[in-house]
């Protein structure tokens, strides 16, 4: 029997990921591929073979993508993890720069306490941060089944030619050419995008023979304007997919669903307090989607978005979501950002960008008051709900810095409450709780607290229908219908037809509207 095929490339998928290291490292999205695209450059100038290249290949997409394991320790050290590995980048002292950073934004004795700290047995703090980087991108490259010629790579990313504050303590040619060249296409990257050619060269020459192999530095320093040709004028998403050296591996089915489990359980190991989170909201929002009645296929398609709802969390300091006291206005803006960062990753890969179109939806509310976009109503579609449900649902009995776990009883509670409110939706929040284990009335929880009688008229108001039309087609008096009326627009908190239109909108009522 033919394995079944998802239509996704192995290249498209870890591309993906490499847009994800982009956040997580402070860069703008897409470095980690054009670094990729030099290294590949300059492998085929020294000769390197496909199978070479390969390795290049994948090593150069997936070396850093380990950077966030270690992020709320970082947070510690640093305040902001994120600002501090972005200007790690151009600087130019080791000592200096963590002086520097230590406790930023913290006050002046907090911030020489860190540093006498660090000082005192620091570097072996930095040294376990790339272990333990490379123990994350070996986790991945397992999952993801890329073998032992890119796994040995990939743990040799941050050793440096004079084999200084190693994590293998490799030095010269011991270091695998796939881990010398991205070592120093990583570099070349960044200095070239901030300050041109000149500063590229300069960079790898002040470094030779230090961080760098003397011989891929001249080599470099000849072809610099050559392999830097075309990489701003072209998409890198589609050089680096054209770019695979292998033929076009494609992943089945079942190899995707396990892929994304393990990406999601990566992407949520940047918190202690999100660790198990994507997870088990995937396989909630998949039971709760069953028993709303979604088709198979919408269900798989949910449970496999709920899998990289939170790929945007990579985007966010552990400075913030580590936080124990309240966040600042500032703050609540980056957090706000992180379901669309979320979107704007898979909407790279034209398989995955529909569970993006799902992902992006997980924060946003019936009322309108969610992020990133705040759309209402009928515009957040029922996988959206069903996954906004699940993750508020799990998010309350998960441990929180600024709070404890909540009880299943509690949390859903709080669910009924929103839907009370208006926020969530009823039979979503239903079937979430069905599939948690909770006992469901088969009454409906309408927003406003309104009754399935006054959901039944305001739909009425909403199409235009006078108290008297109501009364006929409901075989009720006028004066009855007025009174339904006057106190829905009591409890939605309006008084003119427009404003309990737009209401049943926003809360989604109008999907089986009586006709005019």
């Keep these: 029997m033919a394995v079944p095929r998802t239509g996704i490339r192995l290249a498209e998928l870890v591309a993906t990921l490499s847009l994800c290291t982009d956040l997580g490292l402070g860069q703008p999205m897409e470095h980690v591929m054009r670094r990729c695209l030099i290294s590949l450059r300059l492998s085929e100038q020294i000769g390197l073979d496909e199978a070479e290249r390969v390795v290049v290949y994948y090593t150069a997409l997936l070396a850093t993508v380990g950077c966030h394991v270690d992020a709320y320790e970082q947070a510690k050290w640093f305040s902001d993890d994120i600002a501090m590995k972005a200007d790690g980048y151009l600087a130019t002292s080791e000592v200096g720069f963590m002086l520097s950073h230590f406790g930023a934004g913290k006050p002046p004795l907090e911030r020489a306490r860190l540093a006498a700290a660090f000082l005192g047995g620091g570097f072996r703090w930095l040294q376990g941060f790339l272990q333990a980087h490379c123990a994350g991108a070996d986790f991945l490259a397992s999952r993801l089944e890329l073998g032992d010629d890119v796994r040995a790579s990939l743990a040799q990313s941050y050793e440096l030619w004079d084999g200084k504050h190693a994590v293998l303590g490799l030095k010269g040619k011991e270091i695998l050419p796939a881990a010398r060249l991205l070592h120093l296409a990583n570099i070349v990257e960044v200095f070239h995008r901030v300050g041109g050619l000149g500063a590229a060269v300069e960079v790898v020459r002040k470094r030779s023979g230090a961080e760098f192999d003397p011989d891929l530095v001249e080599l470099f320093c000849e072809q610099a304007a050559s392999l830097f040709a075309d990489l701003d004028a072209s ?280 006709p005019q």
């Design 235 to 514: 998409s890198s998403w589609d050089m680096v997919i054209a770019a695979e050296p292998a033929l076009q591996v494609r992943i089945s089915d079942e190899q995707l669903e396990l892929a994304l489990e393990g990406i999601g359980d990566f992407i949520d190991i940047k918190s202690p307090f999100t660790i198990g989170h994507s997870r088990s909201v995937a396989d909630l929002t998949a039971a709760a989607a069953l028993a709303y009645g979604l088709p198979e296929t919408d269900v798989t398609t949910l449970r496999r978005a709920a899998l990289v709802h939170d790929f945007g969390r990579l985007g966010v300091s552990n400075g913030i979501w580590d936080k124990r006291g309240p966040l600042t206005q500032s703050e609540m803006e980056r957090v706000r950002l992180h379901p669309y960062l979320s979107e704007r990753m898979l909407a790279f890969s034209p398989t995955l960008a529909p569970l993006g179109a799902i992902a992006v939806q997980h924060h946003e509310r019936l009322d309108g008051s969610g992020y990133p976009r705040g759309i209402s109503g009928s515009a957040i579609t029922p996988s959206g709900r069903l996954l906004a449900a699940a993750d508020v649902y799990h998010a309350m009995t998960e441990l929180r810095p600024h709070r404890e776990a909540r009880s299943p009883e509690e949390a859903a509670a709080l669910l009924r409450t929103e839907v009370a409110a208006g926020r969530l939706d009823g039979d979503a929040v239903n079937a979430v709780l069905r599939a948690a284990g909770h006992r469901v009335s088969a009454r409906h929880d309408w927003p406003a607290d309104l009754t399935a009688r006054e959901v039944e008229i305001l739909k009425l108001v909403a199409c235009g229908l006078s108290n008297k039309e109501i009364a006929e087609r409901l075989v009720i008096s006028r004066k009855t219908a007025g009174n339904h009326v006057e106190h829905i627009y009591s409890k939605i908190g309006v008084s003119k037809r427009a404003g309990a239109g737009l209401f049943a909108v926003q809360h989604g009522l109008m999907t089986d509207a009586y």
